[in-house]
Structure formats: C-alpha cells, structure tokens
C-alpha cells in the first residue's frame, strides 16, 4: 500500500493559492510546491496539524492512499499531467495536419 499527502486536492478544494497557504501556515511556497510535487515523503505532526488549521480538515485527510498523480515531461522541462498533455499532443497534430492542408492549398 502505497500514502501519500494530497496537500495539492485539500488546497484547491478550499480555493486557496499556494500563495494564500503559505501566509496561512507560515510555511513558505516552495515547501508546500514539493510537498505537492511529492518530493516530501513525510510531515511532522506540526506542519499537519498547521495545515489542518489552515485547511480546515483533520489529519487524516491529508493523506491518500494509492498512486500518487503521474507527471510527464514536455518539451523545455514544462511538466504536464497527462490529460494535459494528451490535449496538447492532439492539439499539436491538428494544427501541423492543418498546415499541411494549407501548404498543400497554396501550392495548387
């Protein structure tokens, strides 16, 4: 079994920033960026019990078990998740299967 801290889901659901929750548990934003990004593997029970305070949750609640979200990495080091990606991939082929329409119009 695998738990990891779904700090990203309890943020967005309260509609805060990560920004905000810095402010809010004094923590700075990169730490709550790694946390999210799954580069922290644990918390102590302060930073829980800071985060609980700010999220309005219980410490249960910050972890999930599972997988966490899988990232993959684009052109430029810009990390996408992989709906994302696939929309943008899509995208990509439809505007170069458009251009080639459009060369190929051009040159007729």
């Known amino acids: 079994m695998i738990v990891f801290i779904a700090l990203k889901k309890l943020r967005e659901g309260a509609g805060l920033s990560q920004n905000d929750l810095a402010r809010k548990t ?3 934003p990169q730490f ?8 922290v593997k644990s ?7 800071r985060f609980c305070e700010a999220l309005n949750c219980k410490p249960g609640d910050l972890l999930e078990e599972g997988e966490p979200p899988k990232r993959s990495k684009l052109d430029k080091g810009v990390t996408f998740n992989s709906q994302t990606r696939t929309e943008i991939l899509g995208n990509r082929r439809k505007m170069s299967d458009e251009s080639a329409e459009v060369d190929l119009l ?3």
């Open 26 to 28: 004094g923590y700075s």
């Open 32 to 39: 709550i960026q790694k946390i999210e990004q799954h580069k």
């Open 43 to 49: 918390l102590t029970l302060e930073a829980a019990a």
């Open 106 to 108: 051009r040159a007729a």
